[in-house]
């Protein structure tokens, strides 16, 4: 709506801190009023039935019966004739693209020009709570002007007498390099300021959510005295988000996906739990009873798994023993029961009398063994690169370390490396440019520095 930026912030983050800075941008869609809107003949998209509550302490949802759907409708040509004759489109940052926006979720606008030869675009229309009348149209934010939009809005199907509550809007901000940041997401040049959300160049509720977590819970521990709480690439995606952020900068607004993490057999929404509860409670931030709780879970989870390892018979055996799914090869070889779970042969419910550490668990449990029983004969080979990340992230680099001065480093390496000043081997390994061959150059030159006495680096082992 035009309003005038706050710009003071800004100045003396860039003057006065010396940060270095950018300009990145987003957008949102206009808000309808759902009693406006047509849903006849649109196709609905129904809850998860049963749904799956958020918490672990949560054995089922309250509001069951109070589910709501989400409905997909689509733009069209007609409307899509709106943006190609808007008079303003080479005025507006947000369409010229002079300031980098998000490429995952770019405005409808964006979508139309550069797709010219699509003649739809899918847009979700999601309710924002169960008593709300408001509907967010996922797929279309814009930026448009007002009377535009109401035009653009009511050529789409189902939504032709759509009342827009606000209007979609554009935002231009600032943000800080995320390589001026440590893992805890405190500022390298200003002590005791941590930095969260769409000041790191990040777009998303949940990428901000994530952030102010991690940033929160190490300004108090940091307070407190006490060591920090990082999470690392191998054990959330908490850990990925911010490590990358950290190592490589942003070029554009970044969102966080399960295909930039390399460990995602492990990092699963099903093991949450046992993976984080542990750390949080030593930060101090995760209760007795949740803690309790999950440890409970965790042993009786390893018990049953191990006792299904260790349970091993010849396929002749298993025929006699349970009901088969599948057929299995007489090739004499004793398969355990986890394995007969994992490569789905038998059903778990079947085994309590072959397993008696199954006839005690929460029936609840048995899909989280089964998941585990899945992924079980392909963790090995990642549990090993998991080993070898960890080895390079101990090796921690001088923090003084002059990379011009390297015999054979590369200067597309020395570059990277600069820029980024990573703290361990390992976050070197992943920038651009800093090859296998120049890690191994770095690590021999950091090694050689640590065992001559006059040049003794801070180089440390965790």
Known sequence: QGEQPTIGLAHTLEDVCRFKMGRLRTGTPPRLKQDTIDFAGLQEQQSDMPPTPFSFLTKEVDQINSLVSCFMTHTTPEA???????????????????VVGPRYCPSIESKVLRFTDKQRHQVWLEPEGIDSNVIYPNGISMTMPEEAQERFIRLI????????????????YDYIDPRELKHTLETKRVGGLFLAGQINGTTGYEEAASQGIIAGINAALRVYGKDSFILDRAEAYIGVLIDDLVTHGVSEPYRMFTSRAEYRMTLRADNADIRLTGKGYRAGCVSDKRQSHTQAICDQLSSCIESLRVTNYSADAWRKLAPLKARISNDGKARSALEMIGKQFLDIEVLEDIVPELRDLDSGLYERIYIEALYDQYKQRQESAIRQYRQEEQLLLPTDLDYDKIPSLPREAIEALKVARPTTLGAASRLRGVTPAACTTLLIYVRKRKETPKEHSSLEHM
């Open 80 to 98: 899509h004739n709106i943006v190609h004759v808007l008079e303003t489109l080479d005025r507006n940052c947000h369409i010229a693209e002079e």
């Open 157 to 172: 199907p189902g939504l032709e007498h759509a009342q827009i509550l606000q209007p979609g809007y554009g935002v231009a």
